[in-house]
C-alpha cells in the first residue's frame, strides 16, 4: 500500500462518518510544508494547454507532471510548465500509470480523447487522485456510469470541464430560470454546432494529396475504404506517436491524420461528433437552469444525417432531437436547424431567457444589465462560489480539493447532461424514440438500442 492509500485509508476510517475537510485531518496533501496541490497534466493537445496555463497562474497548486503519448506534445508540455515556473522540474510521462503511481501527486488534469475517458479517469480515482475531467464525461453511458461508481467509491473530488458554470453570464441566465422569473418553464432550445471542423488544420495538406480527386478532396465524408482517395490518406503513424496506445480501447483501424489529433471527434470509434461534444456544454447549462443535474428525460426522438459509418470522418453532420423531461417540459437539441438558435433557451409561461458565449437576451431588457441576479429577485442561489475571475472554474477545483466539498460540475452532472447526448444518437442510429428510466438509467424494453449503451473493448483493454 503505497503512502497515499495509506493516508486516505486510515483517515477515512478516523473521520468516518463525519464530513471533514482533509487538511484537517491531514490528507498527504495539506501535510506538505507548502500546502501546495500537486497536479500531474494528461494529455497536451487542444484542451489540456488551455486548462494547464490556469492551474499555471494559480498560486495554490503546482503542476509538477506531464504526460502525453505524442513526444512532440509532451515535450511542449513539459516546456511550457518550466517555462512558467522557471526551472526544469516538470517530470514527463508516456504512461499515465506510472506518472499516477508517484505518491506526491494529489490531483490530475486529464484532457484526453473521449475513447480513453473511462480508462484513464478511473485509474485516477482509484489511486485517491482529485480529478479535472472533460466533457463528455465518456465514450458511452456505460463508461461513464463507471467513472461515476470510481469516483464515489473512491471519495475523490471531480470537476468536470463544463467552464461555462463558472461564467457570470451563463450563471445569472439559470439562476433567472430557477427563480421563476420566466414564469413555469414549458420548452428548451439547445442549439449546438453542425457539420466537421478541421481543428487540427491538416485537411489542406490531404486536399493537396488528393488533387486528381477533387469530388475526395472537398469532402472528407466521401473517402471511405476501397477509394483511391482512402489510399492515399492512410499513411503510417508518424515516430513521435505511439498510435497503437492511442486507438487505446478503440478498435484498431489504419493511421489516417486527420482521424487522429483533434478531429478524433468526426470518427465514431473515437468521438461522438458534435452532439457529444457540445451536449456537456449547452444541455448542461439546460439542465443547471432547470434545476436537473440529476435528472434527465423519458423520451428521446432523434432524427440526423449521416455519412457512410466507414467514411474518413463519418459522425452525423446535421441532428435534431426531441426529448420529453419532468414536469412536462419538453427539450429540442439540434445542430445545423436554423429554428434553433446556438446556446441555451428556456421558454416560461412568462417569458424567456437565451444564453450563449456570444451573448445574453431575454424577454425583459432589464435582466441584460445585471452582472449578477440582484438579491430581491434570487431567493435560490445555485452554487455559492461567486468568484467570477477568468481562471473561476479551475480556482473552483482546486478549493474543492481543499475543503472537500462538491465543485460547481460535479460527476454525477457530468454523467446527467451528457447522457441525452447519447441516448439522442442511440435514437438516431436504431431509428426508434427511446424510452428511458432516469431513475435506474436503463433503456426501457429495447435490447439493441441497450446494447448501445456500451462498446466492447479492444484485447487487451478493459473496462473497469
Ligand atoms: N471544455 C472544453 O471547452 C473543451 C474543449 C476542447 C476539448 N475538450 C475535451 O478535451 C478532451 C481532449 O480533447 P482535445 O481536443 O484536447 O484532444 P487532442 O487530440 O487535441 O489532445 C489529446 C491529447 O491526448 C493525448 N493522448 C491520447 N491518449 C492518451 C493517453 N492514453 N495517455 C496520454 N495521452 C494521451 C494525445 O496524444 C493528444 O496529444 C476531450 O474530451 C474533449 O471533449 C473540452
Redesign the pocket.
Known sequence: MNRRKFIARTTAAMVLPMIVPGCVVGRGRASRPSNRINIGV???????PSNTQNFLTLDDCRVVAA????KN?LQAAVNTVNKAYGNQDCAAYHD?KEMMARDDIDAVML????N??EL?ATHAASRGLDIYG???LAKTIVEQQRIVHAVERNKVIWQT???QRSGATFRKAAEIVRNGLIGKVTHVEVGLPSGHTD?KHTGPELKAKLAAYPEYANDFTKIVPGTPAWDIAVTAPPPE?DYE??I?PARMEPYIKQRV??D??WNYNTGGGQLL?WVG?HLDIAHWGLGFDRSGPSEIEGHGEFPAPDALWNTCTKYRVEMQYPEDITVTMAGGHEDIKSGTKWIGTEGWVWVDRSGFAASNPEWKKYKNLPDELAKIRIYNYPNNQGTTHWKNFLDCVKSRQETVAPVQTAHHSATPGHLGLISMLTGRKIHWDVKHEKILDDPEASKLMSREYRAPYKMS
Open positions: 494528461v494529455g497536451w493537445g487542444m484542451q489540456g504526460c502525453d503519448l505524442d506534445a499515465y484532457a484526453v480523447p473521449d480513453w475517458h484513464v472533460e466533457k463528455p470541464g463544463s467552464w481543428f506517436l496506445t492511442w487505446g489529433h483533434m478524433w471527434r461534444d456544454h
